[in-house]
């Protein structure tokens, strides 16, 4: 047995390498037949002309260029009978190579899935998977080959519009969620009809832009560059990303579109990355305003030095590449390992055995309105709602909605929305606004005929219209209960969607109290891309679900919530602050020497005077209709050795309540001295269980000495001997508690 074990092994070895020097000796073949035009046109990238993130450049006759060769690929070209035209053009040129075809597949494609902050707060690493692996299967249907998604930016400050893009502040968590989302994507890999090339973006540091102002600098330490926000990148990289995509910002003065050390140092040298990277939108020639480019040739000369490989949208390369050769500023070999990096993947997407293979019409009619989507999408929907607050109202929670509630109250500028609910970045449709569940509709039809149903729009979503309270107000009059959806338009969060006041806008809030000034009990649903500010609610409204955007099944998934029939147990990714004031807010900060001990010692410490330091609901927080109590911690032992070492962690979880449901049970380390200061919780694990009423379960977790490296003062990644606690609860706040010793 163990002699046939060692020949399937080497059998399966061998196989492995001559098909990767198949591969690799058709694309140098290949490109020792390219003329330096031909290589330069592999390296750009252009828009289809319609559905721009930037502003569209004057070209000309594109088609031509691509018959030339001169073209490597295009974004925004969808639908497989746009996308078989294009790839026929290049078919006409001299070598025949394929175009690859991009697209903002960012959380869905036919099918709309929540954004992905809100996908995040379901904390179902699962499900985050299959959300990407349908949205890679439709959108393969329609002849795309590559996605700029996921997103894996850690972003703090809640006025950055694209926090509704990534999976909110931690580093761990965001970097199980990019290793998720990279698997969906790319499926059993890149070939396979329903997959595509995953992007792993902005790199780097996008997500700490100052001011949350989008395209802003980013100044941080190289340690904190390491240890916060690189290694949700490295996850996708080790995950089998084949792209990564520029940020806009500069590191430390340096644009990472142009960054010689986050590109060639540590990706492509010190991860191996073995993929290609691809500029953001005309980032390579916004060099130039950065004030560290002179003009576009200079720009190209630093981004193709750096380790940009593909140009989209800026044409520096394609109009200085050739020039900087000829001045001998550029050696060929530099571009050539650029052009191999893309031809690779278009040999493992299997475009030259066919290039049309991801032009079948067949499968994209398939993919046009698939029921079973669609039926995944309302569970994934549902996950991601986080219950904020549920108090009793005449001795019971609010929720879930009760059958003696006769007739509902439906109030809100987002109650009868449709397209609203796609959220930012979503692919628009012609029949997105029949397709879509508005929130009125899903509740409407949960209910059944069982309550009367009245609606007041009661307000616009951003102006000083207050006509519509009177009929609002009499509307919850009638009514036993009023379910209002307010929140900030769905384009108020996105790129360039950056917001200097994250409270809910308009009159919306007015309307609000004007409801709550009836007495009826309110439940409010909170449509957001982003944390936003609502003190006065949080504090008078007796129960709160924050529904961000939740996609094509939105009311479906909210009437399952609302009503019962799925017990919510979504968690934030992101703390939620009290007030702009306090702006950056995150769990995992360091300590000072004058740490504040409570919040009524506000003089001498790290304080407000007027504030709270705590957020209004903590990252990792989330309310369920049924109970859980979490005890009785124990470790394996107290010491754990810095070689080989490994300590248990297990805790005892009971479903005390009266609901069978979810909980998400979060691991928390502190370091207590090091040398460097360290943060006071740094998330380390979590497992999402289901419990029936009344079962109790034991959980178990495993610390090992790489859970507890970070960067030092010489940014070198190391363990340290000293003294650890570790916490276990359902969010950051968690305070069961136990201790152990790293020791050499």
Known sequence: MRKLFCTLLLSAATTTFFAQTKTEKFVDNLLAKMTLEEKIGQLNQYNGDWGATGKITPDGDKESQIKQGKVGSMLNVTGVDKTRKLQEL???????????????????????????????????????????????????????????????????????????????????????????????????????????????????????????????????????????????????????????????NDINGVPATGNRYILREKLKKEWGFKGFVVSDWGSIGEMIPHGFAKDGYDAALKAITAGSDMDMESRCYRDHLKQLVADGKVPVALIDDAVKRILLKKYELGLFDDPYR?????????????????????????????????????????????????????????????????????????????????????????????????????????????????????????????????????????????????????VQEELLKAICATGKPVVLLVNAGRPLVFEWASDNVPAILYTWWLGTEAGNSIADVLFGDYNPSGKLPMSFPRTEGQIPIYYNHYNTGRPAKDDADKLYVSA????????????????????????????????????????????????????????????????????????????????????????????????????LKFYNNEVQLVNEAGEYNVFVGNSSQASLAGHFSLVN
């Open 90 to 248: 290049a078919m006409q040129s001299r070598l025949h190579i394929p175009l690859l075809f991009g697209q903002d597949v960012i959380h869905g494609f036919r099918t709309t899935f929540p954004i992905p902050l809100g996908e995040t707060a379901s904390w179902d690493l699962a499900l985050i998977e299959k959300s990407a692996h349908v949205a890679a299967t439709e959108a393969a249907a329609y002849g795309i080959h590559w996605t700029f998604a996921p997103m894996v930016d850690v972003a703090r400050d809640p006025r950055w519009g694209r926090v509704m893009e990534g999976a909110g502040e931690d580093t761990y968590l965001g970097s199980k969620v990019a290793i998720a989302r990279v698997k969906g994507f790319q499926g059993n890999g890149l070939g396979n009809v329903d997959a595509v090339m995953a992007c792993a973006k902005h790199f780097a540091a996008y997500g700490a832009a100052v001011g949350g102002r989008d395209y802003n600098s980013v100044d941080m330490s190289l340690r904190q560059l390491n240890e916060t926000y690189l290694p949700p990148f490295k996850a996708a990289v080790d995950a089998g990303a084949a792209t990564l995509m520029n940020s806009f």
């Open 358 to 506: 991801f032009c079948n019409e067949e499968r994209q009619k398939a993919q046009e309105n698939n029921i079973e989507n669609r039926k995944f999408a309302r569970e994934v929907g549902a996950k991601s709602i986080v219950l904020l607050k549920n108090d009793a109202v005449k001795g019971q929670p609010l929720l879930p909605l009760s059958a003696e509630n006769k007739t509902i109250a439906l109030i809100g500028p987002f109650m009868k929305a449709t397209i609203a609910n796609h959220g930012f970045w979503s692919i628009a449709f012609p029949d997105d606004s029949t397709r879509i569940v508005s929130q009125y509709d899903g509740i409407a039809h949960r209910s059944n005929g069982q309550s009367s149903i009245v609606y007041a729009k009661g307000c616009n979503v951003n102006d000083s219209d207050r006509s519509g309270f009177a009929e609002a107000i009499e509307a919850a009059q009638k009514a036993d209960v009023v379910v209002m959806s307010l929140g900030e338009a769905h384009d108020m969060s996105g790129e360039a969607k950056s917001r200097s006041s994250i409270r809910i806008p308009g």
């Open 608 to 707: 407000y005077i007027d504030l709270d330091n705590s957020p209004k609901y903590a990252f990792g927080y989330g309310l369920s209709y049924t109970h859980f109590d979490i005890s009785n911690l124990r470790l394996s032992s107290d010491k754990m050795a810095v070689r080989g070492g490994k300590i248990g962690v297990t805790v005892d979880v009971k479903n005390t309540g009266n609901y069978d449901g979810e909980e998400v049970v979060q691991l928390y380390i502190r370091d207590l001295v090091g040398s460097v200061v360290r943060p006071v919780k740094e998330l380390k694990g979590f497992k999402k269980i289901f419990l029936k009423k009344g079962e109790a379960t034991s959980v178990s977790f495993q610390l090992t000495p790489d859970d």
